[in-house]
C-alpha cells in the first residue's frame, strides 16, 4: 500500500491559545493524504470558531461535536467517522514537525500490520522544563531509539499519546476506544501490548509537547497518580502474573501501600518487603514487612517493584539479576 490515507484524531476543549499553531502544523505537513477528525468536547471559549475557520479553506478537516463528555467519547466520535487506512492521534496544544505524519506512515508501510510506529518527541513550555519531564523525554526517546518502548511500559506510559500511528485493523483488534478506563493512553499502550504489537525504532523528533499549567494531564483527576497504578496492576494481573509463583510487593511507600492494599481487597495472597528497618517486622493492613534478603529463600517468586529512587532501583536490579530474575518477566518496576 503507497500513499495510504491517514486519520488524525483530535479531541480539543478550551485550547484557543494554542489551536491555531497546531492547526498550521498539520497543514505544514510534507505527507499530504490525510484527514483531520477534530471534535469539539464542549469548548466555551472560541476553539470551534478557530478551528471552523481552518475547516472551511480544507475539505481534509472535519469538524465534529462529541457525542459524549470528555476524551474518550471524543475520541470514539472522531473515529467513528475517519476513513484512513493509518491511524495517529494528535493534542490540540502541540505541535507536529513537517516530516511527523510522512515518517511514521512510511515506517507502518515499510514494516506492514502488526507494528506501530512511535516518534520521539520533545517538551517545551515558555517557563522552561522540569526535571521530571526532562527525565521522562529522554527515558522514552531512549526506548523510541530501539523500539523497545513495551519494555518500560510497567514503569511509565512509554508511548506518547499523541505520537503514534498504527493500522486502523490494528487499532481495532486492540479495542480503539472502547474501555471507559482512563489515563486512556496508558491503557491503549497496554492493550497495544497485549495485542503483541512491536515498536519501530525511530530516531527523529516528531513531535513538540507543549507543557503548561491548565493542561488536562496536570488539571484532570483521571490522571492522578492512583489511576496509573490502577492499570499498572490491572494488566500485570491479567497478563503477567503466574499464580504457581510467590508474588511480592518490594517498597513501603505510598505506592507499595496502594498495590498491597488492592492486592488485600483481591484476595491475592503476597510477601511484602523492603530494606527500611523502621518498617520491617511492622503490621501494615494486617501484612507483615520483611526484609528483602528473605528473597534469598524463595526460589520461585514475581515481584513488583514500587521502589522509586534511581540509584535504588539499580541496586535491586543487581541484586535481582544475583537471583537470575530477569526484567518483565520475574519482576516488573511500578514506578
Known amino acids: 500500500m503507497q500513499n495510504p490515507l491517514v486519520s488524525i484524531l483530535i479531541p480539543f476543549k478550551d485550547t484557543e491559545a494554542y489551536l491555531p499553531e497546531c492547526m498550521e502544523s498539520i497543514l505544514r505537513q510534507e505527507y499530504q493524504n490525510w484527514e483531520l477528525l477534530i471534535v469539539d468536547d464542549a469548548s466555551v471559549d472560541d476553539s470551534y470558531h478557530i478551528v471552523q475557520a481552518f475547516a472551511l479553506k480544507d475539505s481534509r478537516i472535519k469538524l465534529l461535536k462529541n457525542q459524549g463528555s470528555g476524551i474518550i467519547p471524543a475520541l470514539r466520535t472522531a473515529f467513528d467517522h475517519c476513513q484512513g487506512d493509518l491511524i495517529t492521534r494528535m493534542d490540540s496544544d502541540d505541535i507536529m514537525t513537517p516530516d511527523k505524519i510522512g515518517t511514521m506512515a512510511n515506517l507502518l508501510v515499510e514494516h506492514g500490520q502488526g507494528y506501530v510506529a512511535i516518534g520521539q518527541v520533545k517538551y517545551f513550555s515558555h517557563r522552561g522544563i522540569s526535571n521530571g519531564y526532562e527525565r521522562y523525554e529522554t527515558w522514552l ?32 483488534r486492540c479495542g480503539a476506544f472502547e474501555p471507559d478506563r482512563y489515563p486512556e493512553d496508558y491503557d491503549l499502550a497496554f492493550r497495544f501490548y497485549e495485542n503483541g504489537l512491536q515498536g519501530i525504532p525511530c530516531d527523529k523528533v516528531l513531535h513538540l509537547w507543549r507543557d503548561y499549567d491548565t493542561r488536562t494531564s496536570r488539571t484532570s483527576e483521571h490522571y492522578a497518580a492512583n489511576y496509573f497504578l490502577d492499570i499498572k496492576l490491572h494488566y500485570f494481573l ?42 520491617i517486622d511492622k503490621d501494615i493492613y494486617g501484612k507483615r514487612m520483611e526484609h528483602f534478603h528473605i528473597l534469598n529463600q524463595i526460589n520461585n517468586f514475581q515481584g513488583i517493584i514500587t521502589v522509586a529512587n534511581e540509584n535504588e532501583q539499580e541496586t535491586i536490579k543487581s541484586f535481582l539479576t544475583g537471583l537470575d530474575k530477569k526484567p518483565m518477566m520475574d519482576y516488573f518496576f511500578f514506578c
Not at 141 to 169: H, Q, R
Not at 240 to 246: M, R, T, V
Request: charged residues 30%.
Open 238 to 279: 491479567k497478563l503477567e502474573h503466574d499464580p504457581q509463583k510467590q508474588l511480592v510487593v518490594w517498597g513501603a511507600g505510598n505506592k507499595g501501600k496502594t498495590i498491597a492494599k488492592s492486592l488485600l481487597d483481591r484476595k491475592i495472597d503476597f510477601r511484602w518487603v523492603c530494606d527500611n528497618p523502621k518498617k
Open 141 to 172: 526517546n531512549e526506548l523510541t531509539v530501539k523500539g523497545d518502548n513495551f519494555n518500560g511500559l510497567y514503569k511509565e506510559c512509554a508511548i506518547p499519546s499523541p505520537c503514534w500511528m498504527v493500522y486502523k485493523t490494528d487499532l481495532e
